[in-house]
């Protein structure tokens, strides 16, 4: 089953904020989060495992809430190129299943 | 660099025909995966490989199957194709090392078109 992302899309202006939200209805092991820009392939950004520890890079951070079942993506202070189509993706039996995808549009 | 790389970015076939995608990685993965992307739908799983000659279905197996004879390729085989398959399809592997699902890395993808 698919995990639930919002919103759907952002328009930002360079130096805004933004949280990006996916939420799945089973366990969750780990979420990793997918970027993709216009006619490109997705990009791994980061993973986040089960018991809170986070891995990836650059200023872009996530979070993880097992309990609630929920990670969030943060994107602060954009830049230009943060835009793209995040995706999540959750663990299922060594396999990802991924979110519909938030689309981030950011204007200078 | 892990490079994964698609037969053609661009693909346009008639009903009925039938279709090969192929995918190819140079990382010596063990893990392979065929996604297509819609748009409001995501990415959604339709086969995966573990091994060579292994395979499992993955959400949307239906008018789709797959072949793996080598480690490094990994077709997409559309058997009678159907304009409701006209989609973008995106190849990934990864490697399998144990623990957490490992990172996937993705191909450039093919467009395709069913008339």
């Known amino acids: 089953q698919q995990p639930v992302q919002s919103p759907q899309a952002v328009i930002l202006r360079e130096g805004e904020d933004a949280v990006i939200n996916c939420s799945s209805s089973?366990?969750?092991?780990?979420v990793h989060w997918y970027r993709q820009k216009h006619g490109e392939a997705p990009v791994f950004l980061m993973i986040?495992?089960?018991?809170?520890e986070q891995k990836g890079h650059d200023k872009i951070s996530a979070s993880f809430n097992e309990k609630k079942q929920q990670s969030s993506l943060y994107l602060t202070a954009s830049q230009l190129s943060y835009s793209g189509t995040y995706f999540c993706?959750?663990?299922?039996?060594?396999?990802?299943?991924f979110g519909a995808g938030t689309t981030v549009t950011v204007r200078a | 660099d892990v490079k994964v790389t698609q037969s053609s970015r661009y693909l346009v076939k008639r009903t009925g025909e039938k279709v090969f995608l192929e995918c190819v990685q140079d990382?010596?993965?063990?893990?392979m995966f065929w996604y297509r992307q819609d748009p409001g739908l995501g990415l959604r799983l339709i086969y995966f490989?573990?091994?060579?000659?292994?395979?499992e279905k993955g959400d949307i197996p239906e008018g789709y199957s797959v072949s793996r004879e080598k480690k490094e390729r990994f077709s997409l085989i559309l058997e009678s194709a159907s304009t409701n398959q006209t989609s973008m399809y995106l190849c990934?592997?990864?490697?399998?090392?144990?623990?957490?699902?490992?990172?996937?890395?993705f191909g450039p993808g093919t467009r395709l078109t069913v008339l």
């Open positions: 990934a592997s990864s490697p399998s090392t144990g623990g957490d699902t490992d990172t996937q890395y």
């Open positions: 089973k366990a969750l092991y780990s």
């Open positions: 986040l495992l089960k018991g809170g």
């Open positions: 993706g959750t663990e299922r039996d060594y396999k990802l299943s």
């Open positions: 990382m010596d993965h063990e893990n």
């Open positions: 490989s573990y091994d060579v000659k292994m395979k």
